[in-house]
């Protein structure tokens, strides 16, 4: 996505997900203040944005633009629930992280414990016992 099209789609989403939301709301009866988000498929987020954006893959905007911090996308059932970030609901947690960072996360993390575990080894070999401490008779 170019910087342009970036542009178009950051003011599209925020122009469609407050429209969407308060006629999906209205439409069901729901509190249009309770509800923030957006669903892709049952709001017509998708649908609407393919119309507009022809060649661009909704999914890879979502998630780009969710990276910056602009949209919050939350999976649920048949897709997912997109909010402007400003209105994410407390149980969002961030972005899926790349399992490149979680993998290298972990192994890092248990680099760490394995050194713990050498430096908790080599202290018991420093501290004193009662066979290296008793006073040696000639």
């Given at each position: ?79 997912a ?47 004193p ?9 000639l």
């Amino acid at each position: 996505m170019t910087s342009e099209q970036k542009t178009q789609v950051r003011q599209w989403f925020a122009a469609a997900i407050p429209i969407l939301r308060a006629a999906n709301n209205k439409a069901r009866g729901l509190d249009t203040d309770k509800y923030r988000g957006v669903h892709v498929v049952y709001g017509g987020l998708n649908q609407r944005f393919r119309a507009k954006f022809a060649g661009l893959d909704p999914k890879e905007c979502m998630q780009e633009l969710e990276h910056d911090q602009f949209l919050a996308v939350i999976p649920a059932r048949g897709g997912a629930m997109v909010y402007l970030f400003k209105d994410k609901p407390d149980s969002y947690h961030g972005p899926a992280a790349d399992p490149t960072v979680l993998d290298k996360a972990i192994d890092d993390q248990i680099a760490l414990m394995e050194a713990d575990a050498i430096l908790a080894s080599e202290n018991d070999l420093n501290e004193p016992t009662e066979e290296n401490t008793s006073p040696t008779v000639l």
